[in-house]
């Protein structure tokens, strides 16, 4: 059974560099048989697409962050990391990984999300 | 590329509800839709507009045509009282993307 877990710290202060990994249990990202997402929600809000990132650490990201999101990938842990610098209250949110299986491809596993507040 | 989706919907247990979600020629694009209860993370309900995961229940069932494409509850029950969204892939424009609706209350009454 696949499963993904974020963890990373639930506070950050404005303008720092808001830090988050997702582990994934049950699959290998090595297999290079899925693309590896991050996704947030905004209280009381829709689902935003952040990124995704391959095994090979090829990634593509949404324009509307402006840049400020980096994912990157780490084979031997099993993971996959998302940054996202210079936070403002915009950024709180609950972040969730995903995972699906090629562009184009649904998004059919989630973890349960992290709630992150950015707040000095 | 933009999903419109009606933010609310109410149906009586037992009877179906229609959720739409709206988008230029959606009938040429996969169609995906995820249902997410209350403080818990989203659980795809269908996939490829018509497909259902295994352990989802017939009575979820999807369609795309046109310009609209619809997620059908049948028998609707009160655990089926959730936010659903829609989800295409677009490569319309230089910079691939990935696209949500915005979402739909499904209230049973």
């Known amino acids: 059974q696949v499963q993904l877990q974020e963890s990373g710290p639930g506070l950050v202060k404005p303008l720092e560099t808001l830090s988050l990994t997702c582990t994934v249990y049950?699959?290998?990202?090595?297999?290079?048989?899925?693309?590896w997402t991050w996704i947030r929600q905004h209280p009381g809000k829709g689902l935003e697409w952040i990124g995704n990132?391959?095994?090979?650490?090829?990634?593509s990201y949404n324009p509307s962050l402006k840049s400020r999101a980096t994912i990157s990938v780490d084979t031997s842990q099993n993971q996959f990391s998302l940054k996202v610098t210079s936070v403002t209250a915009a950024d709180t949110a609950v972040y969730y990984c995903?995972?699906?299986?090629?562009?184009?491809?649904?998004?059919?596993?989630w973890g349960q999300g992290t709630r992150v507040t950015v707040s000095s | 590329y933009v999903l419109t989706q009606p933010p609310s919907v109410s149906v009586a247990p037992g009877q179906t509800a229609r959720i739409t979600c709206g988008g230029n020629n959606i009938a040429s694009k996969a169609v995906h839709w995820y249902q997410q209860r209350p403080g818990q993370a989203p659980v795809l309900v269908v996939y490829d507009d018509r497909d259902r995961p295994s352990g989802i229940p017939e009575r979820f069932s999807g369609s795309n045509s046109g310009n609209t494409a619809t997620l059908t509850i049948n028998r609707v029950e009160a655990g089926d009282e959730a936010g659903y969204y829609c989800h295409v892939w677009d490569s319309s424009s230089d910079h691939p993307n990935v696209v949500f609706g915005g979402g739909t209350k499904l209230t049973v009454l």
């Open positions: 049950g699959d290998s990202i090595s297999s290079g048989t899925s693309y």
């Open positions: 995903a995972r699906t299986g090629q562009w184009g491809d649904p998004f059919d596993i």
């Open positions: 990132i391959y095994y090979s650490g090829t990634t």
